[in-house]
């Protein structure tokens, strides 16, 4: 078990490229962090510093209270599970596992008993004797976490582990490194371009967004009170929806009003809105705050648009609804229930949750409520 601080890390590569900047995180004992955001915004260049297979160009990396920059990767007590597995194609699952072990000269007692517990763990107990090319990819990936568990680290690091896997072993590796991680109660950084890995798997999720950290926090916290426009589209699927618009008074209210129709900002967030009155924000909404009137007939029409269905998908327990204004100055996405289809290319009207919306600053893109 560790305790991972990261202070002021930044990483430049050659060519004054800055990969990784100001990044300061405090991972907690036996904390699960996941560090998500999309492909090139420094998350694996920071976890590589983390386990010391790169050097941070400035800035301090603690395990334990302890400066460990200037430490050797095999002395930091990580271990690191890659996106490629790197399995030993000449070994069976056994040696894999136990290589590391042998080149530290543990007895053979020890690392005959640290496997096969940690294939218990992982049930590859009936896969010890079989070579990587004998096995699945989920199998494979199951020994190179084995691989890594044998040695008893303070730390796991996961990079991209389950990017290689198809989409139903993804989300049944998913759930056994949760299970792995509720068993050893260790210390675990993991890295995603996959938001509904981090959603499902994270006690805290870290946003990186072109070499900064965008919000750390828990993962309801980050779904519900996104820090900027760039976390709130970047985590819920399908993502949030974003409107640019202004707010104005009437009748002594706060209005959003864009080119085609006005809403009623709710009682709830007047007063913080009060400030941007008469100013350009971006009004955004998930998907699943749209709904239907026809199931909320005594909605207000100040929360009540018209709009076009331009494409039903449906997913089985739910439906995506893609809805224009006819001009495609509007575009939105609904999220409903599966056996409501309504029929496409007819005007329906929407009910926006007004209470459950988000306002972001025009410039900045911070959150304003």
Same mark, same amino acid.
């Not at 305790?3 to 990969?19: E, P, W, Y």
């Not at 955001?37 to 990396?61: D, F, H, Q, W, Y």
């Not at 006005?262 to 971006?282: A, G």
């Not at 005594?298 to 648009?305: D, I």
């Given at each position: +078990?560790?305790?991972?601080?990261? !202070?002021?890390?930044?990483?430049? #590569?050659? %060519?004054?490229?800055?990969?990784?900047?100001?990044?300061?995180?405090?991972?907690?004992?036996?904390?699960?962090?996941? +560090?998500?955001?999309?492909?090139?915004?420094?998350?694996?260049?920071?976890?590589? +510093?983390?386990? %010391?297979? /790169?050097?941070?160009?400035?800035?301090?990396?603690?395990?334990?209270? !302890?400066?460990?920059?200037?430490?050797?990767?095999?002395?930091?007590?990580?271990?690191?599970?890659?996106?490629?597995?790197?399995?030993?194609?000449?070994?069976?699952?056994? /040696?894999?596992?136990?290589?590391?072990? !042998?080149?530290?000269?543990? *007895?053979? /007692?020890?690392?005959?008993?640290?496997?096969?517990?940690?294939?218990?763990?992982?049930?590859?107990?009936?896969?010890?004797?079989?070579?990587?090319?004998?096995?699945? %990819? %989920?199998?494979?990936?199951?020994?190179?976490?084995?691989?890594?568990?044998?040695?008893?680290?303070?730390?796991?690091?996961?990079?991209? *582990?389950?990017?290689?896997?198809?989409?139903?072993?993804?989300?049944?590796?998913?759930?056994?490194?949760?299970?792995?991680?509720?068993?050893?109660?260790?210390?675990?950084?993991?890295?995603?371009?996959?938001?509904?890995?981090?959603?499902?798997?994270?006690?805290?999720?870290?946003?990186?967004?072109?070499?900064?950290?965008?919000?750390?926090?828990?993962?309801?916290?980050?779904?519900?009170?996104?820090?900027?426009?760039?976390?709130?589209?970047?985590?819920?699927?399908?993502?949030?929806?974003?409107? /640019?618009?202004?707010?104005?008074?009437?009748?002594?209210?706060?209005?959003? !009003?864009?080119?085609? #129709?006005?809403?009623?900002?709710?009682?709830?967030?007047? =007063?913080?809105?009060? *400030?941007?009155?008469?100013? =350009?924000?971006?009004?955004?909404?998930?998907? =699943?705050?749209?709904?239907?009137?026809? #199931?909320?007939?005594?909605?207000?029409?100040?929360?009540?648009?018209?709009?076009?269905?331009?494409?039903? =998908?449906?997913?089985?327990?739910?439906?995506?609804?893609?809805?224009?204004?006819?001009?495609?100055?509007?575009?939105?996405?609904?999220?409903?229930?599966?056996?409501?289809? *309504?029929?496409?290319?007819?005007?329906?009207?929407?009910? +926006?949750?007004?209470?459950?919306?988000?306002?972001?600053?025009?410039?900045?893109?911070?959150?304003?409520?």
């Amino acid at each position: +078990m560790a305790h991972v601080v990261l !202070k002021k890390i930044n990483k430049t #590569f050659k %060519g004054n490229i800055r990969a990784v900047k100001d990044v300061n995180l405090d991972i907690k004992d036996k904390e699960f962090l996941v +560090m998500v955001g999309p492909s090139g915004c420094g998350k694996s260049t920071t976890l590589r +510093m983390i386990a %010391g297979l /790169e050097n941070a160009t400035s800035g301090e990396v603690y395990i334990d209270d !302890k400066v460990v920059n200037s430490v050797p990767a095999k002395d930091r007590d990580i271990a690191m599970v890659f996106q490629n597995y790197a399995l030993y194609p000449h070994l069976n699952v056994f /040696e894999n596992m136990a290589f590391g072990l !042998k080149l530290r000269r543990y *007895p053979k /007692e020890e690392i005959k008993k640290r496997v096969v517990d940690a294939a218990k763990i992982l049930n590859i107990e009936h896969l010890l004797d079989r070579r990587p090319k004998e096995i699945s %990819g %989920g199998e494979r990936q199951r020994t190179a976490v084995g691989r890594a568990i044998v040695r008893k680290p303070s730390v796991f690091l996961f990079d991209e *582990p389950l990017s290689n896997l198809d989409a139903m072993m993804r989300v049944q590796m998913r759930t056994e490194i949760s299970k792995l991680y509720l068993k050893l109660q260790t210390t675990m950084i993991y890295v995603t371009h996959d938001q509904a890995e981090a959603m499902t798997m994270g006690t805290e999720i870290a946003v990186m967004h072109k070499g900064y950290i965008q919000q750390c926090d828990e993962p309801i916290e980050i779904y519900d009170r996104p820090a900027n426009k760039f976390v709130a589209g970047f985590v819920g699927s399908p993502p949030m929806n974003f409107i /640019e618009g202004r707010i104005i008074s009437k009748d002594n209210q706060l209005y959003f !009003k864009d080119t085609f #129709f006005i809403l009623k900002v709710h009682d709830s967030m007047q =007063e913080k809105l009060q *400030p941007h009155k008469d100013k =350009e924000v971006i009004f955004g909404i998930r998907p =699943e705050h749209l709904y239907d009137k026809v #199931f909320v007939p005594q909605a207000s029409q100040e929360t009540t648009v018209r709009l076009t269905c331009e494409v039903v =998908e449906l997913m089985g327990h739910e439906c995506y609804i893609y809805l224009g204004n006819g001009n495609g100055a509007t575009q939105l996405v609904a999220r409903v229930r599966g056996h409501h289809r *309504p029929p496409v290319h007819q005007d329906i009207e929407i009910v +926006m949750d007004m209470a459950r919306a988000h306002f972001f600053d025009k410039h900045s893109e911070k959150a304003i409520v």
